[in-house]
């Protein structure tokens, strides 16, 4: 009888190993998949790709047992058995002159490797890098943003749990529409009418009501057929919603102090990662935060730009709001608040100063929104004349509403684009760029 015991030792190491010291001059086993192979006449260079990043190995013509009859080339994976020496000038600072290797497995025999992925950077066009997607994502580049990606999720799921917040799981395929409008995708359900989720609101709502503080990351779907650089159909929305608050104020000081928090990880945990992109992290300190109606009219002064649609800002105004806070405030980003309530949902809260306004708001992050969020309405009564006001059928939120009936804090919450901050924090030009398999108006596959 055997048993399963858990994780056995691995008699493999890894870069970190390395890196960590002790293992200089002496023999180790190193698996990976061979990168790229650089035959300069008596030796070669191979280059194995690992998790960690990469690895430069030296074969010696004639002296490595397992090479009598078979030659490496890319997409091999293999284990090889060598010295690990110091080379300042190889990834990492050192190199393993190899004495033994043994192939794992073998690309099919007629492939041949359609993108140059062992180049620094892949110059090819973002059509090109989309199609062929789970070979493109092993240039080192492109795994660094996803590794970036990775630090932001974690920021935010450690930041969350350190203050309290309980992680839920919300449905993804739902009876109702949240947000409102028709851009939703609909799917037949067992006979029934049901749609993919727009956003997890009505759950992370109800959930307040029994944790007081919750979040999720997870997949939300929008059937809008834009295509343009900064919409997907589907991306992952970091949401959290909070009780017993102040006011919306409290939701932006939290997101504030999670910025922070996500962005000393990635100095921490992610500083290859980050010098392999060339990336500087925005300062979260001392977030400008102004009033919707304060913007435009500050951006139109100063750009002399009229002022189109007074209920929402345009692409090209969010570009200028992002400009005028970092000309005049040093700052890449700006708290936008006090959304009117015609652009706001049915369960956003009027400003009892002026119900035109809401008491919301969205973080623009150079130039460009990448979190909406405020306070939501708590009294049962106040979110049935909102809903009657704007058209609506509380009947048709019974289950909603139910959670407003039996007694509910005052709160808010936000959700944040992930793919969109990841685009600003590297500074990358298409939101695709930074999504792993993009869903849009066209592009279903891979």
Not at 51 to 69: I, S
Not at 107 to 120: G, T
Not at 321 to 334: A, L, M, Q, T
Request: glycine content about 8%; some cysteine; charged content about 30%.
């Amino acid at each position: 009888m055997e048993f399963v015991k858990g994780i056995k030792e691995n008699t493999a190491i890894e870069i970190s190993d390395i890196l960590a010291g002790g293992l200089f001059d002496r023999e180790v086993a190193v698996k990976g998949a061979v990168h790229t192979v650089r035959d300069m006449g008596e030796f070669s260079f191979v280059v194995l790709r690992k998790y960690e990043g990469l690895v430069q190995c030296v074969f010696e013509d004639g002296k490595v047992k397992g090479m009598e009859d078979k030659s490496l080339r890319e997409g091999m994976t293999i284990e090889v058995k060598g010295t690990v020496s110091k080379e300042e000038r190889a990834p990492g600072g050192f190199e393993l002159r190899v004495s033994e290797v043994k192939v794992l497995s073998e690309p099919a025999k007629d492939s041949v490797m359609p993108i140059p992925i062992s180049k620094w950077k892949l110059n090819t066009s973002l059509e090109t890098k989309l199609s062929l997607r789970p070979i493109a994502l092993r240039n080192i580049r492109e795994r660094a943003i996803f590794k970036i990606q990775e630090g932001i999720v974690r920021g935010f799921r450690d930041f969350l749990f350190q203050n309290h917040f309980t992680e839920i799981r919300t449905p993804k395929i739902v009876a109702g529409n949240a947000e409102g409008g028709a851009n939703v995708f609909k799917l037949e359900y067992f006979g029934k009418k049901a749609f993919l989720a727009q956003s997890p609101q009505f759950y992370k709502q109800t959930m307040v009501g029994v944790y007081d503080r919750v979040f999720e990351a997870a997949p939300v779907f929008r059937a809008e057929k834009h295509n343009t650089t900064r919409h997907l159909n589907e991306y992952t929305s970091l949401d959290f919603e909070m009780g017993y608050i102040d006011g919306f104020e409290d939701i932006m000081n939290m997101e504030a102090a999670m910025l922070t928090h996500t962005f000393a990880l990635l100095k921490k945990e992610y500083q290859k990662e980050l010098k392999l992109l060339n990336v500087e992290l925005s300062s979260t300190e001392n977030i400008p935060a102004v009033r919707f109606d304060e913007a435009k009219q500050l951006v139109a002064e100063k750009y002399n730009r009229k002022i189109k649609n007074p209920y929402d800002l345009e692409p090209e105004e969010e570009i200028l709001i992002g400009r005028y806070f970092k000309e005049e405030y040093g700052s890449d980003f700006v708290f936008v608040t006090h959304y009117p309530s015609k652009k706001r949902p049915f369960y956003a809260m009027d400003d009892p100063a002026d119900n035109k306004f809401t008491l919301s708001f969205d973080l623009l992050f150079k130039g460009m929104e990448v979190t909406t969020g405020g306070q939501r309405l708590h009294s049962y009564e106040e979110q049935v004349e909102k809903m009657l006001k704007k058209g609506m059928d509380p009947a048709d939120f019974t289950d909603y509403l139910m959670i407003f009936k039996h007694g509910m804090p005052p709160h808010g919450g936000l959700g944040i684009g992930l793919e969109r901050l990841t685009m600003k924090i590297l500074d990358e030009q298409n939101v695709r760029e930074t999504t792993l398999f993009p869903r849009d108006v066209s592009r279903l596959e891979p």
